[in-house]
T-cell receptor, first 106, second 111 residues
Framework: KNEVEQSPQNLTAQEGEFITINCSYS?????LHWLQQHPGGGIVSLFM???GKKKHGRLIATINIQEKHSSLHITASHPRDSAVYIC????????FGTGTSLTVIP | EAQVTQNPRYLITVTGKKLTVTCSQN?????MSWYRQDPGLGLRQIYY???????DKGDVPEGYKVSRKEKRNFPLILESPSPNQTSLYFC??????????FGAGSRLTVL
């Protein structure tokens, strides 16, 4: 059973497009993290959310606690945004989605 | 600099030869954990530790051991590695639910 589901699994976009990645979870959580992993690279935390919305540059993350759903949006996408994006939720332990592989084509 | 340090970053070994992957954090975090990452399967938790001398199994603990004798260190031990343990391993530490920091990863190949 998957406590965290992400969609889509793979995403290809043209440079400049608006991108949305979705995350749904089934457990009670105290926080949700969006993580980024570049090819061959480590994993870095982009956002930690417990409610509402956060913005960092071209990235926006939202969470709806009642619906157990979060979205990561990238505005004006760029090839350097190409990476795997992972949703992680903090319940009694951390649970991870399988990731969304994003490729942005110039 | 706040960080999680894993060593080695790359390792090729043979079946049955015991190895240890070290993990150290300098943030005084209580929670530490180990994950393996395989294509199409995402991050799967091997073991985690809520504090010194407190460890618990994750989703895929078979073939692994851990210890937490000090707050900063959480080594992962493969007593008798097998080829199905070839993977990319990540150590992470966290402060409650709010801060989650990963090491750079250790790529292990078992021949």
């Amino acid at each position: 059973k998957n406590e965290v589901e992400q969609s889509p699994q793979n995403l290809t976009a043209q440079e400049g497009e608006f991108i949305t990645i979705n995350c749904s979870y089934s457990v009670g959580i105290s926080a949700l993290h969006w993580l980024q992993q570049h090819p061959g690279g480590g994993i870095v935390s982009l956002f930690m959310l417990s409610s509402g919305k956060k913005k960092h540059g071209r990235l926006i993350a939202t969470i709806n606690i009642q619906e157990k759903h979060s979205s990561l949006h990238i505005t004006a996408s760029h090839p350097r945004d190409s990476a795997v994006y992972i949703c992680a939720v903090a319940g009694n332990q951390f649970y991870f989605g399988t990731g969304t592989s994003l490729t942005v084509i110039p | 600099e706040a960080q999680v340090t894993q060593n080695p970053r790359y390792l090729i070994t043979v079946t049955g030869k015991k190895l240890t992957v070290t993990c150290s954090q300098n943030m005084n975090h209580e929670y530490m954990s180990w994950y393996r990452q395989d294509p199409g399967l995402g991050l799967r938790q091997i073991y985690y530790s809520m504090n010194v001398e407190v460890t618990d199994k994750g989703d895929v603990p078979e073939g692994y051991k851990v210890s937490r004798k000090e707050k900063r260190n959480f080594p992962l031990i493969l007593e008798s590695p097998s080829p199905n343990q070839t993977s990319l391993y990540f150590c992470a530490s966290s402060f409650g639910a709010n801060v989650l920091t990963f090491g750079a990863g250790s790529r292990l190949t078992v021949l």
